[in-house]
């Protein structure tokens, strides 16, 4: 009888209703432009991929071309980055951050652009300057695009805490 009890309160509690658990699981869409040329670098989280490259899932940007020709695109661990996908993990709910390449065209005009509406409920996104913040902060839950006139800002930043 003992035995019998003690295997149905096993059974019970295994059988409980378990927490089903969200990992970060999107990607967003970051075009940047000027005049006929643009760039659509990708970012974002998946529970199944890794913080390095995955095949099928990542997408590597070729080299730069030389100055004076514009180009844009995402530097993570060493590496030019059309689409870089993340980890996405409910452990790990810290800021990432990507950077953003920038060679500037002779016009000296870059505007970069992105849904606001889609990033909602996904955590916090920042664009910053390459240094500290102090001169380009922007939210991109509150805003959909910056415009840059100064060559002096090659590199941005996207700084993402991704939400449950």
Request: hydrophobic share 40%; proline share 7%.
């Amino acid at each position: 009888m003992k035995i019998y009890l003690i295997l149905s309160v096993i059974v019970l509690f295994s059988c409980e209703k378990r927490k089903n658990i969200d990992h970060p699981n999107f990607s967003s869409v970051l075009t940047v432009a000027t005049g006929k040329i643009s760039y659509d670098l990708r970012f974002g989280f998946s529970p199944i991929a890794s913080d390095g490259y995955d095949q099928g899932i990542d997408k590597y940007a070729p080299p730069p071309p030389p100055p004076p020709f514009f180009d844009a695109a995402l530097w993570w661990m060493g590496e030019r980055y059309y689409t870089q996908i993340v980890k996405g993990n409910t452990s790990d709910l810290i800021e990432h951050v990507w950077d953003i390449r920038l060679a500037f065209p002779p016009s000296n005009l870059i505007i970069l652009t992105w849904d606001s509406n889609s990033l909602k409920g996904l955590g916090t996104f920042l664009i910053q300057d390459g240094i500290d913040g102090s001169q380009i902060n922007v939210d991109m839950l509150k805003n959909n695009s910056i415009k840059l006139s100064k060559s002096k800002y090659k590199t941005l930043k996207i700084k993402v805490t991704p939400s449950r």
